[in-house]
């Protein structure tokens, strides 16, 4: 059994046969957490792997169903890193997964440079200034550049990832070019990018890409990939990626 605080509760992972604590007035994960769970490049047999701002851990869980490798989940949050933390004991993946309670950018110097052969992040999207910040202090520093901004996460990436390495995101389209110029003048050359869609018609609403350490370019546009159907219903493709079902 796990030991649940507050208003914690303990839900499955979508199709995987594995449980994550949550809780609606600190962190759930979202669609955008699972949609680069399944995106990014993962090593099958072996690797080390690492998930910065990881919050209660989803994207490491995730992680953890395409690859053997050892992930290295990292969270600022106390709670977070709490509710990750129990999580990985309840899954019995605390052989496999561990997770580290600090700021992002000390991992470097704590975890070594040139050590990680994947790098994933989904990490705060928006810019304090000019912003109305949530009253909610978890939900905050979860959306806003509080504690990292979005150089900070591409310059922590390029130093923990190794030379060949992948470093991945999801972020939002209004950002992209800076995602771009910011992996550039960090060492990492953009070479897959996908862009996701609420509906047909309508604008993409965010952004997965994914870059290689000292890469040469090649970048490549994939299909868009569309989240509801006229009905309002997850599409094919997205009920596959969610539930394992088409």
């Given at each position: 059994m796990v030991q649940l605080r507050n208003d914690e509760r303990l839900d499955y992972l979508l199709a995987e046969d594995l449980r994550i604590i949550q809780s609606p007035s600190v962190f759930a994960f979202s669609l955008d957490a699972v949609l680069l769970s399944k995106f990014v490049y993962l090593p099958i047999q072996k690797g080390n792997i690492i998930d910065l701002c990881t919050g209660n851990g989803v994207i490491p869980f995730l992680l953890s169903t395409r690859t053997k490798?050892?992930?290295?989940?990292?969270?600022?949050?106390?709670?977070?890193?709490?509710?990750a933390k129990r999580s990985a004991q309840y899954n019995r993946l605390d052989d496999r997964i561990r997770f580290i309670h600090g700021d992002i950018k000390d991992m470097p110097k704590k975890l070594g440079y040139g050590?990680?052969?994947?790098?994933?992040?989904?990490?705060?999207?928006?810019?304090?200034?000019g912003k109305e910040i949530n009253m909610n202090e978890h939900f905050a520093i979860a959306r806003h550049e509080i504690y990292c901004t979005l150089?900070?996460?591409?310059?922590?990436s390029s130093q923990l990832v190794r030379p060949g390495g992948k470093v991945a995101f999801v972020h939002r389209p209004n950002r992209f070019v800076e995602i771009v110029e910011l992996m550039r003048q960090y060492r990492i050359e953009p070479k897959k990018i996908r862009f996701v869609y609420p509906k047909l018609g309508k604008e993409a609403n965010t952004l997965l890409i994914e870059g290689t350490k000292d890469g040469s370019p090649d970048l490549k546009i994939l299909p868009p990939l569309?989240?509801?159907?006229?009905h309002n219903e997850y599409t094919k493709e997205v009920r596959e990626i969610l539930y394992g079902t088409k």
């Amino acid at each position: 059994m796990v030991q649940l605080r507050n208003d914690e509760r303990l839900d499955y992972l979508l199709a995987e046969d594995l449980r994550i604590i949550q809780s609606p007035s600190v962190f759930a994960f979202s669609l955008d957490a699972v949609l680069l769970s399944k995106f990014v490049y993962l090593p099958i047999q072996k690797g080390n792997i690492i998930d910065l701002c990881t919050g209660n851990g989803v994207i490491p869980f995730l992680l953890s169903t395409r690859t053997k490798g050892f992930i290295t989940g990292v969270e600022i949050q106390e709670r977070l890193f709490d509710m990750a933390k129990r999580s990985a004991q309840y899954n019995r993946l605390d052989d496999r997964i561990r997770f580290i309670h600090g700021d992002i950018k000390d991992m470097p110097k704590k975890l070594g440079y040139g050590k990680f052969d994947v790098v994933t992040c989904n990490p705060p999207y928006f810019k304090t200034l000019g912003k109305e910040i949530n009253m909610n202090e978890h939900f905050a520093i979860a959306r806003h550049e509080i504690y990292c901004t979005l150089e900070d996460v591409v310059r922590v990436s390029s130093q923990l990832v190794r030379p060949g390495g992948k470093v991945a995101f999801v972020h939002r389209p209004n950002r992209f070019v800076e995602i771009v110029e910011l992996m550039r003048q960090y060492r990492i050359e953009p070479k897959k990018i996908r862009f996701v869609y609420p509906k047909l018609g309508k604008e993409a609403n965010t952004l997965l890409i994914e870059g290689t350490k000292d890469g040469s370019p090649d970048l490549k546009i994939l299909p868009p990939l569309i989240v509801y159907n006229e009905h309002n219903e997850y599409t094919k493709e997205v009920r596959e990626i969610l539930y394992g079902t088409k």
